[in-house]
């Protein structure tokens, strides 16, 4: 099992940046696939990002590539999201999730460990 802690949520101005954290429990860290996910008022949750668990591979939604980078160090045992030029369009709870497996990023049915979420908010 895992446990998945986020932070690093704010409120910035359109065109701004911000580094989301997620901390991570248990020594099997470094063997989960992780993502992460986002979820706007009276929207579903939708798919952001997502890295294997080796950190070689990385994958983006249309919305947020090349803007948002996700990375890992799992000697910290830690998933980072680096949001830059953001948009009041990004403003929402950002959730991080771990899987098993190295595919089928998408569906959020295939993550079975989730954070609590940190919300992001952006000004225009």
């Known amino acids: 099992q895992v446990q998945l802690v986020e932070s690093g949520g704010g409120l910035v101005q359109a065109g701004g940046s911000l580094r989301l954290s997620c901390a991570a429990s248990g020594p099997t860290f470094s063997t989960y696939a992780m993502g992460w996910f986002r979820q706007a008022p009276r929207k579903e949750r939708e798919f952001v990002a997502a890295?294997?668990?080796?950190?070689?591979?990385?994958y983006y939604s249309d919305s947020v590539k090349g803007r948002f980078t996700i990375s890992r160090d799992n000697a910290k045992n830690t998933v980072y999201l680096q949001m830059n030029s953001l948009k009041p369009e990004d403003t929402a709870v950002y959730f991080c999730?771990?899987?098993?497996?190295?595919?089928?990023?998408?569906?959020?049915?295939?993550?079975?460990?989730w954070g609590q979420g940190t919300q992001v908010t952006v000004s225009s």
């Open positions: 890295i294997t668990s080796s950190g070689i591979t990385t």
């Open positions: 999730a771990a899987k098993i497996g190295g595919s089928n990023w998408y569906p959020i049915s295939n993550y079975g460990y």
